[in-house]
């Protein structure tokens, strides 16, 4: 988690708090340590700059969450998709 949050220039508290509010949930090593995708980064340092911003983490949250299945719903609708 230390590392996660020097990488993204936030606090380990955030990165708690975008757990507590289901954006990420990371995998745990065996000795307990949380392991992070690269599109949970990319959920955590959008919510950041959604924060940076003023937009308070629940909020953000849901913002997110909403552009992804929106991102989700455009693929599926794409041309390129259908096959």
């Known amino acids: 988690m230390g590392r ?5 220039e936030v606090t380990q508290p955030f990165l708690r708090s975008l757990e507590e509010a289901d954006l990420i949930t990371p995998q745990r090593s065996k000795g307990g340590h949380r392991r992070y995708s690269r599109r949970q980064l990319r959920r955590a ?15 953000a949250c849901r913002i997110i969450t909403l552009e992804d299945q929106l991102a989700e719903y455009t693929d599926r609708r794409s041309p390129d998709s259908r096959s």
């Open 4 to 8: 996660a949050a020097e990488m993204l």
């Open 45 to 59: 340092a959008r919510a950041r700059e959604l924060v940076d911003q003023g937009t308070p983490v629940t909020a």
